[in-house]
């Protein structure tokens, strides 16, 4: 980092408590903030599936704490929280906490709970809080994983200057300059591009750029660049920290198919800015930490700086969270009441919590130990995360890694790096973990998981996890990069470049020659979107597409809500909004079927046969097959319905690592008769789905492609007969 150590917690230090005396103040001047309890993703997976991700441990303190004490020194009073999954746990941790507003030792005014039932988005939360009318003004608007010790002084009395000079400034973003080296906490894999007028501190425009696009600069309207100067910058280190006014909500609420802070709204309002009328702003700051722990990757990089002290004084000795002990030894060492460490043992830079045991002979590195957790002799741990009340057995090996709450490793186990062991999962002695494992005892859904003794050893509890979305997503879709522990592209097929942040003059002028960028009006192989992978949300083109139909689907299929009539026109928006393909549109309607018929087999569900699970799916709700016939296979042309029957093929064999494959199998086979019977799929297309050779790939889709030998055989005899029939009436004429 750039700034020394002596500078980097002073601008915390400026900070204020607010108190509960801001009743002689006037309305206006009370500020207000929203917090964001639900990002709506999968990155903390498998331990979000049981914990929300605010109450996640980051050296060893509840994310959410940071957040609040944040608020807190910046003289916030008043808290809404907009809680999605798991809204009970969060609930309850603040009701128990000195933040519930019953508390004598709250700092807030009042701290009041939101629940959305049928939010799918951040975007969904802010017009909801727009219909409110509970914000009076001003207000901060936050996530519950950020981490930061900057004073909001300066940027708030610029926000409102700004305001005061003119009521269309709406919005300021605090962002910290990092600088154009390597740095912890910038954004792998994603790269924000600012286009800001520096005289002004306006944001002219807003651009991701990732790893996976084959062009790495951002498109400018030439009108942006008039009368004013302008910079490009890529080094600023986006926590999401924003100074809104309410017309920040008009606006979410203008435009429903806003979904995500940066990638959408962001985007769209700078883009629209000439027909919206507003501005926004930007504070950069040198001084101060400020970080969001948005995936694994940040979680790590943010738990380093804890450890270093850059994020002063919220550090481990400083115990400025209630119930913490923490001394700091002269090994980089802090250290609670009540740890024991048996001779011989050695530990360097890292944090050891209450009442933890390690054995004799044991040695552990830039690690942070939980509370009450019991690590045996000649133990080896680095880089690596073990939380509250973790069992290590002797001889074990734990290399960056993250073992969860009452997890157990081993005697002489061995976890490899980027391995993620959830709550209460048993690995048996001497068992080898491989890199980036992740095991639960939870499915994706939170049901329980089959026991896989291959997995955690014969005496061992838990079992892979998988999300079937995850098996979906694209190879370049830029979300799988934040969806481990550890950032690596070694195994990806792209190219690693600087990135340039202005196109060529030619393509500001009328010269149809020069260099052409994806734009709305200028679409190209890869779509306009396809550019966005946000950080706060991951990828729209695709995750968001593909997560929001399919579920939109499940939904109308499992009668819990809406009509295939209702769904077209929802499913439709959906499209429009995130540019989605018909290869995107037509793998989102088959994954939701094949989802709902895998559901249909299951016991809970009736546990029907394949045939029966087949035949429910696509006729037992009005405008099923219709719905699959106009929107999955589109214009019947045979080359579409071979597309469409590869869709579900991948579908099926993505559900084969659930389920056997030959249950999968039977599945697609029934699918496809089902299919063919009610005339969405006729002989050809499914006769030419099975001589396509990409259906013919070695593994699951082999597997589940077998079991539909005997339909095509009784579709290829059927068809034998039927030119025979006709040679016979010709004969007869």
Known sequence: MSQNKAARGGAALKGKKSSKSGAEEKREDVLQAVLIADSFQTRFEPFSVEKPRCLLPLANTPLIEYTLEFLAMNGVQEVFIYCGAHHEQIERYVHDSRWSPTSRSCPFSSLDFIRVADARSIGDFLRDLDKRNIIEGDFLLVHGDLVSNISLDGALAAHRARREANRDSCMTMVLREAGDEEHNTKTKGITPAFIIDPNAKRCLHYEEIHPFQTDRYVTLDPAILEHREAEART??????????????????????????????????????????????????????????????????????????????????????????????????????????????????????????????????????????????????????????????????????????????????????????????????????????????????????????????????????????????????????????????????????????????????????????????????????????????????????????????????????????????????????????????????????????????????????????????????????????????????????????????????????????????????????QQMYDLDILEEEGILGWWEDERGKEDGLLAGVREKCHALVEWLENADEESEEDDDEDDDDE
């Open 235 to 672: 080094d600023l280190i986006d926590a999401e920290i924003d100074i809104c006014t309410p017309d920040v909500l008009a606006l979410w609420s203008e435009s429903f198919d806003y979904e995500l802070p940066r990638a959408n709204f962001l985007h769209g309002v700078l883009k629209d800015w000439e027909l919206n009328g507003k501005m926004i702003h930007t504070e950069i700051v040198n001084e101060g930490y400020s970080a969001r722990a948005r995936n694994l990757q940040m979680y790590d990089a943010i738990s380093r700086d804890i450890l270093s002290g850059w994020t002063y004084p919220f550090t481990p000795e400083c115990n400025i969270f209630p119930g913490q002990t923490y001394r700091l030894r002269n090994d980089g060492v802090h250290q609670e009441d009540g740890v024991e460490v048996a001779p011989g043992s050695e530990v360097l830079d890292s944090i050891l919590g209450k009442d933890t045991h390690i054995g004799a002979e044991s040695r552990i590195s830039n690690s942070v130990i939980g509370r009450s957790c019991k690590i045996g002799s000649n133990v080896q741990i680095v880089d690596s995360f073990i939380w509250d009340g973790a069992t290590i057995y002797d001889g074990a090996v734990v290399e960056h890694s993250i073992v969860a709450e009452r997890g157990v490793v081993g005697k002489k186990a061995y976890v490899h790096e980027g391995s993620l062991v959830s709550y209460g999962v048993h690995l048996s002695d001497e068992i080898d973990v491989r890199p980036a494992t992740m095991l639960s005892l939870f499915s994706y859904n939170g049901q329980p998981a089959s026991p896989q003794p291959e997995s955690v050893g014969s005496g061992g509890k838990g079992a892979l996890f998988r999300n079937p979305e995850d098996d979906e997503a694209d190879h370049d879709d830029p979300s799988t990069l934040q969806k481990s522990l550890i950032y690596a592209l070694d195994d990806l097929d792209i190219e690693v470049s600087s990135v340039s942040t202005l196109e060529d003059d030619d393509y500001l002028s009328d010269d149809e020659s020069g260099p052409i960028s994806p734009t709305a009006s200028q679409p190209t192989s890869r779509s306009r979107l396809s550019s966005f992978a946000s950080d706060d949300s991951g990828a729209p083109s695709f995750s968001s597409f593909h997560s929001d139909a399919v579920h939109g689907l499940l939904d109308v299929l499992r009668g819990t809500s809406g009509n295939f009539e209702s769904e077209k026109l929802e499913f439709m928006s959906l499209r429009l909004a995130n540019n989605a393909s018909d290869g995107a549109m037509r793998r989102a309607v088959a994954t939701a079927f094949v989802r709902r018929a895998v559901e249909l087999t299951n016991a809970e569900n009736g546990g029907l046969e394949p045939a029966k699970a087949a035949k429910q799916v696509l006729t037992s709700q009005e405008g099923a097959s219709e719905f699959v016939s106009d929107v999955g296979v589109g214009d019947h042309s045979v080359a579409e319905q071979i597309e469409f029957a590869l869709a579900v093929q991948k579908a099926c064999a993505s559900s084969a690592k659930i389920v056997e494959v030959t249950k999968a199998g039977n599945l697609l086979a029934a699918i496809l």
